[in-house]
């Protein structure tokens, strides 16, 4: 009893330190069923405590009120990272949190890529197939208004990226790629809209390199006589398909992309561009003819005249 007495406050002390260390694991470790390999989505614009209640409801973390209270701790209350994050194995409290504010979501960068004439539109259904959090319309949204400056390429976005973020990141390949070819444009007597527009024509209607050039000059020598395009490719982005061979119907489509009824360059680009048919619009193959097709054999058939275009089709189309 002397002992007891002697050092009552050496057992006070421990039991305070027991129970402190106690409560410590019951608020702060993670709970016992804590889902190992289990993806949380954390949606954007979710407040911290709509946030700290999913994570508990998820078994991430054992308690939401610590959770919103080390936040409010640290600062970063109000910058919780929205995006999908992967749990491996149990995290303690400060762990979670951490990652929550530091936006360390643990799976690796998404690798997409946007092969060259692909339209926003094709690219949205691309983006939503590895981006889930991510719609076709609220990607097309941001980034049909820049059709044919998306440059096509391969990208790694992370989980957690939007449609935003995502069209800044083509955009500025695009404005990378193309200020190296500032000097070659002005030189060619056109604007880089005018460029842009006439490279998704030829990056859509050309089938192998070699012919890109030769397309170019003979759309440009259309527009110096005033002649229609007659681009078939505009019809596939017209009515949104993959194939656009017309149908007499669709050569009366009253549309401004229409190129059989309307002379001059469409109104926009048709598709995205690659390097090679923005330097082909840019550097045209200086030549006479006027007409072009694609024949059965794979193959671009070219002619100065119409008789000579009849001839080709009759020939090569069968």
């Known amino acids: 009893m002397d002992f007891f007495k002697k050092h009552i406050r050496w057992v006070f002390a421990f039991a305070f330190t027991m129970l402190f260390v106690g409560s410590f694991q019951v608020l702060f470790s993670s709970p016992a069923d804590f889902p190992a390999g289990s993806m949380i989505n954390i949606p954007h614009g979710a407040s911290v405590p709509e946030i700290a209640q999913q994570l508990a409801d998820a078994h991430i973390i054992a308690h939401p009120v610590p959770f919103q ?16 994050y992967l749990f491996n194995s149990p995290e ?12 360390a979501y643990g799976i690796p960068p998404i690798r997409l890529t946007f092969p060259e004439g692909e339209t926003a539109r094709g690219a949205a259904a691309r983006i939503t197939q590895a981006l889930p959090n991510i719609s076709e319309s609220e990607f097309l949204s941001v980034a049909q208004p820049y059709e044919g400056y998306l440059f096509p390429d391969t990208y ?5 990226s939007d449609a935003e973020f995502i069209v800044r990141q083509m ?22 809209s005018e460029i842009v527009i006439m490279a998704s024509l030829i990056e859509r209607e050309a089938r192998a390199v070699a012919d890109r050039r030769m397309i170019a000059g003979i759309l440009w020598n ?54 090679e048919s923005l330097q082909a619009a ?33 020939k090569y189309l069968q």
Request: net charge positive; glycine share 8%; no cysteine.
């Open 69 to 84: 209270l080390l936040l409010r701790a640290s600062g970063r209350s109000t910058r919780v990272q929205a995006g999908a």
């Open 222 to 275: 259309r527009l110096k006589l005033g002649m229609p395009l007659q681009v078939d490719a505009v019809f596939g982005y017209i009515f949104n398909r993959n194939t656009y061979p017309p149908s007499l119907a669709d050569l009366k489509v009253d549309s401004p992309y229409n190129t059989y009824l309307h002379t001059g360059l469409p109104p926009g680009p048709i598709a995205n561009p690659g390097i």
């Open 171 to 192: 955009r500025a390949n695009f404005n990378a790629k193309t200020v190296l070819l500032t000097d070659d444009i002005i030189a060619s007597g056109h604007s880089l």
């Open 282 to 314: 840019i550097s045209p193959a200086k030549t006479d003819y006027l007409y072009y097709l694609t024949g059965s054999d794979d193959l671009m058939h070219y002619a100065t005249t119409y008789v000579a275009h009849k001839a080709n089709r009759a």
């Open 156 to 160: 790694l976005f992370s989980p957690s």
């Open 92 to 103: 303690n409290l400060f762990t979670v949190a951490y990652r929550l504010a530091a936006g």
